[in-house]
């Protein structure tokens, strides 16, 4: 469980982060929903440590982050995996180098068979058993998620945090995406963040949703509260899809919104 407790960051006077205290909870997916300029990737960069916030604490599983001893510090981040938007593989490493990278830096008592075998295990989880050999410039955007996945949990990671996983990707790939990432953090009981601003991962793996406006969270729920919620700036986000609004239709008629727009979504990749 990863507690974030009024976190504020400010550049050049501009307050971006505006006091956020939320929970991510172990073993679910837990989105940082929002639009452009919300504040979700600096809202994940203090989390990781890459940005110190001005005020607030952070703290994973009890462990005081937010200006700690450097050691400590070191120790939580060593059990951080980290997808990035455009997956950010190494265009000279092969798919299983791109994968063993992080076995290579973190874990140094390792042996060379030990590595092995857990790069084999990783890429076998997500499907790539047989593309170890092949470089990033050979396999479809899909694939290099996947690959980034593989390399974000090959150190056994214990937080698993993901930037737009979906970006770039056609609705039915992203589909995939979603459920590979579900199934990992269930399986594992890793503590999941994703930051999103696609509805389609909201209806598919939305465990628990923390929505995110103009630098301040005004909301949180999971996916089957999301379509009822009564904030006016949640509603605007959620209903400026045709297709959401078309769901939420039939979930007041019949109750089956989400599924409504994740078979509407399934049906137009296939037509596609």
């Known amino acids: 469980m990863i507690e ?5 960051k400010s550049f050049n006077g501009n307050q971006v982060l505006k006091g956020i205290t939320c929970t991510f909870e172990t073993g679910k997916c837990n989105l940082l929903l929002g639009g452009s300029g919300t504040g979700k990737s ?3 960069q203090c989390i990781v440590g890459l940005m110190q916030p001005d005020i607030g604490s952070i703290t994973y599983d ?3 982050f937010t200006n700690n001893k450097v050691q400590i510090r070191q120790e939580i981040r060593r059990k951080i995996g980290m997808l990035f938007q455009g997956s950010a593989l190494f265009d000279s490493m092969t798919v299983y180098e791109n994968t063993e990278f992080p076995l290579k830096m973190l874990t140094p008592e390792m042996t060379k068979e030990e590595r092995r075998d857990r790069v084999e295990f990783c890429l076998k989880r997500v499907g790539l058993e047989n593309a170890g050999n092949k470089m990033p410039a050979e396999i479809s955007g ?3 998620k996947r690959v980034g996945i593989a390399r974000a949990i090959a150190p056994n990671c214990t937080y698993l945090f993901c930037d737009e996983p979906n970006s ?3 609705p039915l790939t992203s589909l995939k995406i979603d459920e590979l990432i579900h199934e990992i953090t269930h399986e594992y009981n890793i503590t999941t963040a994703i930051i999103t601003h696609d509805m389609n991962s909201v209806v598919e793996i939305g465990d628990h949703i923390i929505f995110l406006h103009k630098g301040q969270k005004l909301w949180d729920g999971n996916k089957e509260e999301i379509l009822n919620a009564q904030v ?3 509603k605007e986000f959620i209903f ?20 409504a727009i994740t078979d509407s979504t399934n049906s137009q990749s296939a037509g596609s």
Do not use: T, W
Request: hydrophobic share 40%; net charge negative.
């Open 232 to 234: 006016p700036e949640l």
């Open 62 to 64: 009890g462990s005081v």
């Open 240 to 259: 400026s899809s045709s297709l959401v609004r078309a769901a939420k239709k039939v979930d007041d008629e019949s109750e089956g919104g989400l599924s």
């Open 168 to 170: 770039g990707l056609d």
């Open 142 to 144: 899909g694939m290099k």
């Open 42 to 44: 600096v809202l994940l």
């Open 4 to 8: 974030i407790h009024n976190v504020q």
